[in-house]
Nanobody, 123 residues
Framework: QVRLVESGGGLVQAGGSLRLSCAAS????????MGWFRQAPGKEREFVAA????????IYADSVKGRFTISRDNAKNTVALQMNSLKPEDTAVYYC????????????????WGQGTQVTVAS
């Protein structure tokens, strides 16, 4: 069982930066691949970034590649999403998810989710 709590969202001007954090409970955090997804009003949840259990490999959606960076600290049971050069189209509720095994772009494969944190980018 893994409990996830996101934080760090807020309102930022276009071109600005935010750092999201996801704190996980449970002793087996290091066994889980972690992903960040987002959902804008009226849209489906979409993949943003994911990282393997070791942190040795990451993947990104094309829309955020080069602007966002995912990282994790297994000693602190946290995963972060550094978001730079933010655009209004990045506005959404951001969720972190956990899954056993390899990471995935498919939200249906994730076993646990946080409650989400709102990111709003003003133009």
């Amino acid at each position: 069982q893994v409990r996830l709590v996101e934080s760090g969202g807020g309102l930022v001007q276009a071109g600005g930066s935010l750092r999201l954090s996801c704190a996980a409970s449970g002793r087996t955090f290091s066994s889980y691949a972690m992903g960040w997804f987002r959902q804008a009003p009226g849209k489906e949840r979409e993949f943003v970034a994911a990282i393997t259990w070791s942190g040795g490999s990451t993947i990104y959606a094309d829309s955020v590649k080069g602007r966002f960076t995912i990282s994790r600290d297994n000693a602190k049971n946290t995963v972060a999403l550094q978001m730079n050069s933010l655009k209004p189209e990045d506005t959404a509720v951001y969720y972190c998810g956990a899954k056993l095994g390899w990471y995935s772009r498919d939200s249906a494969e994730y076993d646990y989710w946080g409650q989400g944190t709102q990111v709003t980018v003003a133009s």
